[in-house]
């Protein structure tokens, strides 16, 4: 496949190996002479190591799984996980194209990128279901992307990071809020009106103007609070209970919805999940995408649904991404859903294409189709 490869069977030289080496990407087998994957993974994390980490282990499913998720945690890129006994073929398609250029922006690029308007709005569609069983796109997710003159569009997980570590995830936010803000009600003077969902990072739920902020870019544009999801993660919300708790439920008294994004991966109780006051809880893909090659994958989605409708929440299930899914969810009883299934994330031109076509052809069908 073209790659130089370097191979080590020991701690020792395998450190030697990646400094010496800073290779693209790693194979990892989780069981090592005289040291395990873990061990490993630690190391190539205190490292900062930017290489796309592949996992590979004759170890159960859920242990591998539970092994690529400890590195996610570390904020290693973590690829495919591949079971013994490797192929060519399990190899070949893991590694199916050389990692891109890394690029390691800092704060000055980011603002540079906001005084220039490189950033953009892409958007996702979330698609909910009607009393007749039918399913019609009736808002969208706003997601961050950056025109970059030298790398093209840049995911947001590749800026977002630097954004928050260095104070200005708030005039991000701000930038993508009004962009969004622009766009459903240009929207709805073309006669959609949808719902936008913007993440709103943890770090600004410290930000007692938050909420009045948000409401008088809202007004200014002339669009309704209600069709304003927020959406703040899980592990977010759990840094600062009361100080989330306050701004969150100025947020809900002004008319704006809120959802509980990636739900089920951090680290929440049940007693402060009811006493926030969410209005949606937002199942994490990592769930949803297992659903079907994983037992537990599918009794914690099954759960978090239940669970949900129990509270009185609404539930949107995201990476749905093929029929399967769709149809097992249904079967479940969840009524809103986004993923590649529907549609992958397209520019604001794209939007009212896309939603027309897709409710033209959906609406009106029956689940299962």
Request: charged share 25%; hydrophobic share 40%; glycine share 8%.
């Amino acid at each position: 496949m073209g790659y130089e490869v370097h191979t080590a069977s020991d701690t020792d030289t395998f450190k030697r190996a990646y400094r010496a080496h800073l290779p693209g990407r790693i194979i990892l087998d989780l069981q090592l002479n005289g040291c395990d994957g873990i061990e490993f993974i630690r190391y190539l994390a205190s490292e900062k190591c930017a290489s796309e980490v592949i996992l590979v282990s004759g170890a159960d499913r859920r242990t591998l799984t539970s092994a690529r998720r400890i590195g996610e945690q570390y904020g290693l890129k973590m690829g495919e996980v591949i079971e013994k006994p490797l192929t060519i073929e399990s190899l070949e398609g893991s590694i199916n194209k050389k990692p891109a250029a890394i690029a390691n922006f800092k704060k000055a690029d980011i603002l540079a990128a906001l005084a220039g308007e490189q950033m953009t709005a892409f958007f996702q569609p979330q698609i909910a279901s009607h009393k007749d069983g039918g399913w019609s796109v009736g808002g969208v997710e706003a997601l961050a992307r950056w025109n970059h003159p030298q790398f093209g569009l840049v995911m947001p997980d590749k800026f977002i990071h630097c954004a928050e570590e260095s104070g200005i995830i708030a005039p991000l936010t701000d930038y993508i809020l009004q962009k969004s803000l622009h766009y459903v009600k240009q929207w709805e003077d073309e006669g959609v009106k949808l719902s936008v969902a913007i993440n709103i990072s943890g770090a600004m739920l410290s930000d007692l103007s938050l909420p009045d902020r948000i409401e008088a870019r809202v007004k200014k544009a002339g669009v309704s609070p209600s069709q304003i999801i927020l959406e703040v993660t899980e592990s977010a919300v759990m840094n600062d209970i009361n100080g989330a708790n306050d701004i969150l439920t100025r947020l809900r008294l002004k008319g704006f919805e809120l959802s509980l994004d990636d739900f089920g991966t951090g680290y929440s109780s049940m007693v402060q999940l009811y006493r926030l006051p969410f209005s949606e809880l937002k199942i994490d893909r990592s769930f949803v995408m297992d659903m079907h090659a994983n037992k537990e994958a599918h009794v914690i989605v099954r759960a978090l649904i239940d669970l949900a409708h129990n509270l009185g929440l609404e539930v949107c299930a995201e990476g749905v991404e093929d029929k399967k899914t769709f149809d097992e969810l249904i079967n479940l009883g969840c009524e809103k859903m986004q993923g590649y299934y529907f549609s992958r994330p397209v520019s604001s031109e794209n939007v009212l294409p896309m939603v027309k076509q897709f409710n033209s052809q959906r609406s009106t069908r029956k689940a299962g189709l």
